[in-house]
């Protein structure tokens, strides 16, 4: 399968990779293996999604939330992969970080979001292992942030 069709056929846009903004690296490789650092909650137009899930956000809104988080994640790869996709393997796992209240329980539902993206992009070879946590808090008030390990070809 060739993941840059299968992005044109569900006319996918990939956000920009963004630089890191603190002391670390978006991606590393090490191996045949590519860690992607976390990727925040940002909507198309550049801004944030901030708020806590359960509260001022909807589970949906959580898994759309989330999705924004593959799509950075995905960009992360392209740029790391010298904007060759077809050098990916596989995903091997994504942790994802769901800032929620103390009584959500559908942190699954929302990591989801990057989840399918992954999937939907990468087919069989988006399947991935995974953990969704929440937190009481994440970096400049988003609601989720997603990081990834992929093996490369």
Known sequence: MNFE???KELNIKLPEAKAPVGSYVAAKISGNLLYISGQISINEKG???K???GKDLSTEEGYKAAERCGLSIVAQVKKACNNDLSKVKSCIKLTGFVNSTDNFIEQPKVINGASDLIASIFGDSGMHTRAAVS???LPLGVSVEVDAIF???
């Open 51 to 53: 708020g806590k899930v």
């Open 5 to 7: 069709d299968k992005i």
């Open 151 to 153: 093996e490369l070809n």
């Open 135 to 137: 937190t009481n808090s």
């Open 47 to 49: 801004d944030l999604i």
